[in-house]
């Protein structure tokens, strides 16, 4: 994913969201294994439960303004989060793997 908003109105299996690159997804039930793994950038939003979280995807805070706009964003296909926009969980890059090009070969087996 290099950019846009992808609604899910239900639930999503493995590997969501894979090597995300920008952009936003909104799932608004259950996310399979390895949600966002080895995402660069980019928001995935969930209103059920997570599997798993993949490697260098970390929980994020949630904004009022983000709430906001995906009530708005939301409202406009006549969707509705399951507990309301302001409790789907945030999940975001880590940020860890962004310099995995600059580690010697060495490294990069213990990073993997």
Known sequence: MKG???IVGGR?????GFMMQRG???ILGDAGPNLGDSMYDGTIYVGGKIN????DAVPGEMTDLEASWI????TLYGLKAP???????KIVAGKQLWNYDNLEPTEKKIVL
Do not use: D, P, Y
């Open 4 to 6: 846009g908003t992808i």
């Open 12 to 16: 999503t299996g493995t590997l969501s």
């Open 24 to 26: 936003r997804m909104i």
């Open 52 to 55: 798993s979280l993949g490697v």
């Open 71 to 74: 009530e708005n964003k939301l």
């Open 83 to 89: 507990n309301g926009a302001a409790n789907l969980q």
